[in-house]
């Protein structure tokens, strides 16, 4: 079912320095000759967490997609660079330029397959993958926003309060800055300083998804309960009005926490990505 | 023929339960082992079991919302008798354990 994989730390300097990030290529058993496909996981999550452990490489797999990972910085087996530029968001999208590249990506040519890149993301990730998509229209072919919304929540994240916290445990009154800020620290393998230099970063580079919109075909994703994407809706929209083909999927019964694992996501994701 | 019943395998970080979100096999089919079976969620998140056998699903317990301790029963298998009686556990499709740290610890120098 596993074909080839192979991990490794990203080595590759972009604009001098060393971005520190672990990047996976997974080669299927049985190659649909289709172009790979980039997976960019949540704030707080990783490779392993939002594309491993729920089924997802084991999927696109299955389907014969060659798959790009990247453990973003601070996350995952990524290293946590304390220069504050490593995580600023456009800096990343440089970094997965590099990486993109460095794994074989090519630009987007008329009636070949194999050309260019998909790219899926999820929350964070879908921010990244919509401004990735509308930055770079020359490789990347279609899109999948999983748990999107129009404005960054961690643009709105108290970072005084979240800092007040660590230091003496003072409570932190805004209940979405308490929230996140939990869910990260459940995680042993998160770096907690590092998340919050890219909570830092965000808030310099906030989420403005009519900047840039992207002009490739797009599948935007959320489950029905899911808080932080009801705004969905609106990113579709921006999408369709830049000239783009953007459809919806809701998952009924899914929130942001667990919309990830189900079987209609990964299997519209496939389908979407299957041409 | 014989039966093979699976636990809800460990989950690590100390997860002590699960709760089912959707079954994605059912009683009556042919499962390839590693052919994903259930989604659960944790306190932590969400993730698809592999099937640690292959076999027909005779069983499945807990529907969708049901929470699940570890340990406790989750499926059952019928298969050939002589694969019967070994203990199995849930496999992990696991990622290359190669571990690199860049960040240096100064203080340990």
């Known amino acids: 079912m596993s074909g080839r994989h192979t ?10 320095t060393d971005p520190q990030l ?3 290529v997974h080669d299927p058993a049985s190659d649909a000759g289709l172009r790979p496909v980039l997976l960019l996981h949540g704030f707080s999550s990783s490779s392993k967490l939002n594309w491993h452990d729920t089924g997802w490489v084991a999927a696109l797999l299955e389907a014969g997609r060659r798959i790009i990972t990247v453990d973003l910085p601070g996350h995952g087996r990524s290293g946590a660079p304390e220069d504050m530029d490593s995580y600023s968001p456009s800096r990343i999208r440089a970094d997965l330029l590099q990486i993109a590249f460095d794994a074989g990506v090519r630009p987007l040519h008329d009636g070949d397959p194999a050309s260019g890149v998909d790219v899926v993301g999820y929350s964070l ?7 990735f998509g509308a930055t770079q229209p020359e490789i990347v072919h279609r899109l999948v926003l999983g748990g999107p919304n129009i404005a960054d929540p961690l643009a709105a994240f108290d970072l005084i309060a979240a800092q007040h916290y660590l230091a003496d445990g003072t409570p932190i009154a805004d209940e979405s800055t308490a929230g996140l800020l939990k869910m990260a620290m459940l995680l042993p393998s998160n770096n907690i300083f590092a998340l919050l230099s890219l909570v830092d970063a965000i808030k310099a580079e906030p989420f403005d998804p009519a900047e840039a919109v992207p002009h490739m075909p797009m599948l ?3 489950g029905d309960q899911d808080e932080r994407a009801a705004t969905m809706p609106q990113l579709a ?6 000239g783009s083909m953007a459809e919806q999927l809701t998952l009924p019964g899914r929130n ?5 694992t189900s079987r209609a996501f990964k299997q519209g994701a496939i389908a979407f990505l299957g041409v | 023929m014989a039966e093979i019943s699976f636990p809800l395998p460990d989950l690590g970080e100390g997860l002590i339960e699960a709760t089912v979100l959707e079954w994605l096999v059912s009683p009556g089919d042919q499962v390839e082992r590693n052919q994903p079976l259930v989604e659960v969620e944790t306190s932590k998140s969400a ?19 049901d929470r699940i301790t570890v340990g406790e029963p989750l499926i059952v298998f019928e298969v050939p008798d002589n694969t019967a009686g070994i203990v199995g556990t849930v496999p992990k499709d696991e990622a290359p354990t190669r571990r690199v740290r860049l960040s240096a610890v100064l203080d340990e120098d």
């Open chain 1, 125 to 131: 990730g879908a921010r990244l993958a919509w401004e």
């Open chain 1, 237 to 242: 929209e921006l999408g369709i009005r830049a």
């Open chain 1, 220 to 222: 935007l994703v959320a």
């Open chain 1, 22 to 24: 672990y990047v996976e």
């Open chain 2, 47 to 65: 993730v698809e079991l592999p099937s640690p056998q292959a076999g027909k699903v005779v069983r499945t317990f807990g529907g969708a919302g």
């Open chain 1, 7 to 16: 991990g490794e730390m990203h080595s590759h300097t972009v604009e001098g």
């Open chain 1, 256 to 260: 942001h926490a667990n919309a990830i």
